[in-house]
């Protein structure tokens, strides 16, 4: 079952409560991680934190607590819920204030964590391959809200989403604002072509994610030479193999994209070996 921790008390999905003049709520005021916990064990937790108190750091935001406190609460959350394989959602608004944009406002922080499950694509797609389109809309130009925060700010990727929605598509591909291709709406991107992966720089503006960490890491041990470079649409549409990797989506292969077929139209052996590859990493089997 759900968990909720608000600033040192714990909740269920019932009582967990916010205050209607939460700056996260009012003006997307915040920044937040999405980890995962696989057979009670939370992966990548460190690197998640790093993340968050950049994040925060970037945004002039202080989390009131360290991140070794932090980590001690998502460790018990995963606990209490009971789950074995977990979706925590560690959260840190600017905090209660009034009407008005100016963080000063706001007296303290609001530091939340959700432990949950979460559902992404049902399982026959990670078997047969995600279809995607790229959308109409961006990411934020890295010098309006640079791609690296992990901010509340994820409107441009829920209308990205929504594009891929009304496409019938399983997920939109979302470009930089001069067009290079960035990531998914929570997922980043690889595209193989004659064995080499290749996937965004983190010079290009987008999320760095964990799990795209992760895959550079099981493809150096496989030994499938990894190319961080920036692509285009062109690339994606003439790849051999393309995946996106997120906590959430963990490997996605994609099948179709913007309705070119990738590839054979099925996983292919890289990505079907680096699907394996994180299951064993993740699940320990
Ligand atoms: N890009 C965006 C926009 C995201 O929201 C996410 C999910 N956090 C990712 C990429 C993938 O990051 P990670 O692997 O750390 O979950």
Redesign the pocket.
Known sequence: MAVIWINGAWYDRNSAKVSVFDHGLLYGDGVFE?IRAYQGRVFRLEQ?LE?LYDSARAIALTIPVVAAELAAVIEEGVRRSGLKDAYIRPLVTRGDGDMGVDPRKCSSPNLLVIVDSLKMWPADRYEQGIAVVTAGTP?PHREALS?RV?SLNYLP?VMAKQEANVAGADEAIMLDSSGHVA??????IFVVKKGVLKTPPSYAG??L????GVVLELAAQAGHPAREEMINRYDLYTADEALL????AEIAPIRLADGRVVGTGKPGPITRDLMARFRALTRGD
């Open positions: 999405g998640h993340r990411i791609p992990k990727h990531e998914g709406t929570g997922q980043n987008i999320l994610g964990i799990t795209r990797c997120g906590t959430g």
